[in-house]
């Protein structure tokens, strides 16, 4: 039976020869993944099952990357509880205050994740390492606790759907473009519990940053997981990070797929999305008269070295906008450190922005840059649902990094060719 690159992972790990959309199947898991919000959850209903012992430590990553530094209270007793269980269970993957970063870009960075591995975690997010040629996506909180204890989980096999990619960015033109691109292209419902496929030539042209962030947005469109085909690129990045070895799953030629795009890459312009869905994406030159309060450079989606590169360059040598907050956070130490030794946090604070610790916090208007009433904002985050960043009146628009920093600096959401 032909099989597309995720019903082939799912079924070498369920121990089948071959599986079909819509089965219900069995997994074994090669990681679990929990954050400081979710993990407590997961934890309470681990031990109210009556497990006592985590299925493998080496395979449960526990990253409290929400709201660390603790913000509150009740931050600091949820922290606190991760803290314990990791001690208790001696999990070998748990990173807290001062070693932690983002967990969808900690956890690549780590090496934790390799092509044709099954990863779940309790964060819609999760779905960011099918960048690496893996099946990763989001659980609830009860799964993860189930999984934790016995290193497995159901799935319905996904159909799905397949992108080639052709052509060649352009200038200004990042991963982040491309998949807003593609979810205005086909709704926020558009892969509904589908996998997105991504191949073709066009592969080259896309970082592996690039990837992480278009996979990172998967869900955004409904989807199930997003993955990429594995290429030089990937084998290199991983082979960098991680000793373990990987089999890499190709789709067969004769693969079933919902629906099949070609997408030029060459032909994407810069492109924001307009509230409250990341559907509502328009040109990023016809939204010249929306005056902006704050921009937010970082996030599981765009917190990377690159997108802190292309900030950087954009800003070099200038201001922000008076009037407008510009929050910068580099998504892991190590990138925090990179970013010092090449300058890019000297730009930013010389630019007049705030540069951050990693936190999630103002992505789901949890801290670090919560929105007033009426104000808007331009992120390079992944949501923009009404309230998301804070008053249920502001507003978000989600933008690659190059036109946040380039609209930091005017004070309105701005073409980066513009402004350079």
Not at 12 to 40: C, F, M, R, W, Y
Not at 44 to 70: R, T, Y
Not at 104 to 112: F, M, N, R, S, V
Not at 374 to 392: K, L, Q, S
Request: proline content about 3%; aromatic content about 6%.
């Amino acid at each position: 039976m032909s099989m597309t690159m995720t019903q082939k992972i799912l079924a070498a790990h369920a121990g089948l020869d071959s599986v079909e959309a819509g089965q219900l199947i069995k997994v074994k898991l090669n990681l679990v993944l929990g954050n400081d919000i979710t993990s407590p959850v997961a934890i309470n209903e681990f031990k109210k099952s009556g497990f006592s012992k985590v299925f493998n430590k080496d395979k449960i990553a526990l990253v409290m990357d929400h709201f660390v530094p603790n913000k509150d209270i009740k931050a600091a007793e949820q922290a606190k509880q991760c803290r314990n269980f990791s001690c208790e269970q001696e999990i070998t993957h748990f990173y807290d205050a001062g070693d932690m970063g983002i967990e969808h870009a900690l956890l690549p960075e780590k090496g934790l994740v390799v092509p044709g591995d099954v990863v779940i975690g309790a964060d819609s997010h999760t779905c960011t390492y099918g960048a690496l040629g893996a099946f990763s996506t989001g659980v609830g909180s009860t799964d993860m606790a189930a999984g934790m204890a016995t290193g497995e989980a159901w799935f319905k096999v996904p159909s799905a759907i397949k992108f080639n990619l052709t052509g060649k960015l352009s200038k200004y033109v990042s991963g982040k473009d491309v998949i807003l691109h593609i979810i205005g292209m086909i709704g926020v419902d558009g892969a509904l519990y589908k996998s997105m496929e991504f191949t073709g030539e066009g592969l080259s042209s896309l970082s592996v940053d690039d990837r992480l962030c278009m996979a990172n947005m998967a869900i955004e469109a409904g989807a199930k997981n997003g993955i990429f085909e594995v290429d030089e690129q990937t084998i290199s990045y991983v082979k960098e990070r991680s000793n373990r070895d990987f089999e890499i799953f190709k789709a067969d030629a004769d693969a079933e797929y919902d629906e099949v795009y070609d997408i030029d890459l060459s032909k994407i312009t810069s492109t924001v999305a307009c509230p409250h869905l990341p559907e509502n994406t328009k040109p990023t030159n016809e939204l010249a008269d929306i005056k902006i309060d704050q921009a937010v450079i970082g996030s599981c989606t765009n917190g990377r070295l690159s997108d802190l590169a292309a900030a950087a360059e954009i800003m070099k040598g200038k201001h922000i906008a008076k009037g407008v907050r510009c929050i910068v956070i580099p998504a892991t130490q190590k990138i925090y450190k990179e970013a010092m030794k090449l300058g890019y946090l000297e730009t930013f604070i010389d630019a007049g922005c705030v540069v951050s610790t990693p936190t999630c916090g103002p992505c789901l208007g949890g801290y670090m840059g919560i929105l007033a009433e009426d104000e808007v904002a331009i992120a390079t985050t992944n949501r923009n649902f009404v309230g998301r960043m804070g008053h249920v009146t502001s507003k978000i628009y989600l933008s690659s990094p190059a036109v946040a920093a380039a609209s930091a600096l005017t004070g309105y959401i701005t073409d980066p060719e513009k402004e350079n």
